[in-house]
């Protein structure tokens, strides 16, 4: 299950996972049809193929399902980029512990969680810390984007899924517009995941925003912008990554929200500050004030990217290994040859 990318690649794929990637609880519910008609395509595929191996990546209300139904085939699994127990449901490791044979971890701390619940667990360091670049130097990316180098440039990511940008757009334009007036030449990058067309963003931009929209280079836009605002996700790790000074929001719906409060269990919802243990970016949940947001943002903008050189110095040096991806590999390859 995947999309384009995956198929590029020469799998494939029974199904396209798009129309089911959706965050939130009323969300989800929302969206519950074509769901269960994903679930039960992939169900066929396995019970009709019976694969060697399932392997599950992320996307844990869906994927774990598939692990307990694949095991009750018979049918070992492997989980890459598990479940986040720490943060919700820590009574889902007996449940991970009796449906998946081996989880590869890609935080630092989530091994030992895990080999503590009796799951046989490996680090590989977090895939990001390796292919997380710049694909041009920032004189050929700005002129490429008809950007001037003397201005600044803040650069918005509102998600890459259509419930994300629906609920975070407006509250991005407002901020840019706030921005914009106290910052003349501000030019603002506004990059798209590679599932989201540009038709998608585009009611969101009428009048004079001043949105540069681009495909393709979003670690170009994080690595040469003063600062960013992004919404929470992996791309908040590919900012600090990439060294970008960012403001991270996110906003679900009510009943959502109301039912994570309940449920989660730590201090930051952004990831480069749960590695960092401390808030490193700051971080606006549910009320979304531009105002407050724009003025935040501005004075990253002044203090420059030195300001938080140093604390994004530390979350590389925790999430870097050589080679995540070949050391999950490798990794898959010795279950194999135990199994």
């Known amino acids: 299950m995947g999309s384009e990318r995956l198929a590029g690649s020469g799998v494939t794929v029974v199904r396209d996972y798009r129309d089911i990637s959706v965050t939130g609880l009323s969300e989800v519910l929302s969206h519950a049809g074509n769901i269960r008609r994903a679930f039960d395509t992939v169900k066929a595929h396995i019970r009709n193929e019976r694969p060697d191996l399932v392997i599950l990546v992320d996307f844990p209300g ?91 440039i803040l ?91 960012t403001a991270i929001i996110y906003r679900i719906s009510r009943l959502s929200y109301a039912i994570a409060r309940l449920i989660v269990h730590v201090d930051f919802i952004g990831l480069p500050n749960i590695v960092a243990g401390k808030e490193v970016f700051p971080e606006f949940i549910q009320r979304l004030d531009p105002e407050t947001i724009a003025r935040k943002v501005i004075s990253m903008i002044d203090k420059g990217r030195q300001g938080v050189a140093g604390e994004l110095g530390s979350i590389v040096d925790k999430l870097k290994k050589e080679d995540s991806y070949r050391l999950a590999a490798n990794a898959i390859l010795r279950f194999f040859e135990r199994t």
């Open 62 to 152: 869906f994927n774990m399902r598939i692990a307990s139904f694949a095991r009750s085939l018979g049918v070992p699994v492997v989980y890459f980029i598990p479940p986040q127990v720490w943060a919700w449901k820590k009574g889902r490791l007996k449940k991970i512990r009796k449906c998946v044979d081996m989880v590869i971890c890609i935080l630092p701390f989530e091994e030992d969680l895990y080999a503590k619940s009796g799951i046989p667990a490996v680090y590989v360091g977090h895939p990001f810390a390796e292919t997380v670049r710049p694909s041009l130097n920032r004189d050929e990316f700005l002129a490429r984007m008809g950007v001037p180098g003397d201005k600044p």
């Open 155 to 245: 650069t918005v990511m509102p998600g890459s899924r259509r419930n994300e940008i629906r609920r975070h757009m407006p509250v991005l334009t407002e901020t840019a517009g706030i921005m914009r007036r106290s910052i003349p030449g501000l030019t603002v990058l506004l990059p798209l995941a590679d599932n989201i067309d540009e038709t998608v963003v585009r009611p969101f931009l009428e009048g004079d925003h001043g949105f540069t929209v681009l495909k393709g280079n979003s670690h170009d836009a994080l690595a040469y912008c003063d600062a960013a605002i992004v919404a929470s996700g992996s791309a908040t790790l590919e900012a600090a990554l990439l060294g970008s000074p």
